[in-house]
């Protein structure tokens, strides 16, 4: 089975939009750079727990689902560290 790949200017705009979008889920205020950054960092993340369950996603839709799974994972992760760094 062949693998589809996207290039990184690709990544940039789609990890943008996917980190936008989990900027506006999760009721953040992030900044564009930081929605880039975990909307592609959140791609990889989710990609690689949906292969640990093995479910593949491929394609732009996929990188973009995927990276919105994931960058809403690592806000919550941001929240719980600095919610808890706060409290103490």
Do not use: D, P
């Amino acid at each position: 089975m062949e693998e589809h790949q996207i290039g990184w200017i690709a990544a940039i705009i789609i990890g943008g939009i996917a980190g936008w979008l989990a900027e506006q889920f999760m009721k953040s205020q992030m900044g564009l750079v930081m929605n880039i950054v975990l909307g592609i960092i959140g791609a990889a993340v989710a990609s690689w727990l949906l292969g640990f369950l093995g479910i593949s996603l491929g394609g732009w839709i996929g990188y973009l689902i995927a990276g919105f799974i994931g960058a809403c994972i690592l806000i919550a992760i941001a929240r719980a560290f600095s919610g808890g760094l706060q409290r103490t």
